[in-house]
């Protein structure tokens, strides 16, 4: 059985992936209302962004190391974690920063996004880099989790 | 927070993803490094969490004092973005030749 956290992981960071999508969306023809939901959900999102952070941060240095790695390497698409985990580990790092600062620009410019089309477009930018970085560490999860059953299917433990 | 600069912070955020893609090139390129970062905080990864967001946080404040309030915001932004692309491509490829190559 997976272990729970990377369930948790995993629902964590796609939920803030969504709410960040969701902030686009807001901000495609806002009025004031729709830009002050746009700012409470970028504040929910970096919760849940950093809270993904620390359960898949958990679960990578307490389990993954010494539990799934080995398999991996072991089995017959080791690059699974040579280059997925690898990766994944190290671009996830950046997600918490974009959204910390796709946040307070809408804090800060709360009250001009709707005139200001140049601020908006920032802030649809940087919630759509977010939302494609965090759904391609679920695509990356799902490439790590193939290498761990195609290793145990291969007879890696 | 109403008068954060948005300019500092969004160089503070470029260079804390540049700042983890050196780390992560080169904790791979010098074990002797991996093992000081592994020293420091029980695991490479942690370490590396740990130096970003102090990093991020300093160079903000530091920012703060020397870049100016007028501000480019979508300028900014489109710098963040390159940066973070060619960082992550930058990893994914770096693995990618580490282990084929």
């Known amino acids: ?157 | 927070m109403k008068d954060v600069n948005i300019k500092a912070m969004s160089i503070s955020t470029m260079l804390t993803v540049v700042l983890i893609f050196l780390i992560t090139i080169y904790t791979e390129l010098n074990s002797g490094f991996k093992d000081a970062l592994k020293a420091f905080a029980g695991h490479h990864w942690v370490a590396k969490g740990i130096i970003a967001f102090v990093f991020f946080i300093v160079a903000y404040y530091v920012l703060n004092h020397f870049v100016s309030k007028k501000e480019d915001v979508l300028e900014n932004v489109e710098l963040v973005l390159v940066f973070t692309v060619v960082c992550s491509v930058g990893i994914f490829l770096f693995y990618l030749y580490e282990f084929f190559i």
């Open chain 1, 1 to 157: 059985m997976p272990h729970p956290l990377i369930g948790i992981h995993a629902a964590l960071g796609e939920l803030g992936a969504i709410a960040f999508l969701w902030v686009f969306i807001e901000l495609i023809n806002p009025i004031p209302k729709r830009v002050k939901r746009a700012k409470v959900v970028a504040s929910i999102a970096v919760i849940l962004l950093f809270l993904s952070w620390f359960t898949g941060g958990y679960y990578y240095v307490n389990y993954y190391g010494t539990n799934v790695k080995p398999i991996i390497k072991e089995g017959p698409q080791p690059w699974a974690h040579s280059v997925f985990t690898e990766t994944k580990e190290h671009v996830f790092l950046f997600i918490p920063f974009l959204a910390l600062l796709n946040y307070f620009i809408i804090k800060k410019y709360e009250g001009t996004l709707i005139k200001d089309r140049k601020i908006r477009k920032a802030v649809m930018v940087l919630s759509l880099l977010i939302t494609v970085l965090a759904f391609a560490m679920a695509g990356m999860g799902y490439m790590i989790s193939t290498g761990a059953r195609t290793a145990l299917e291969a007879g890696a433990l």
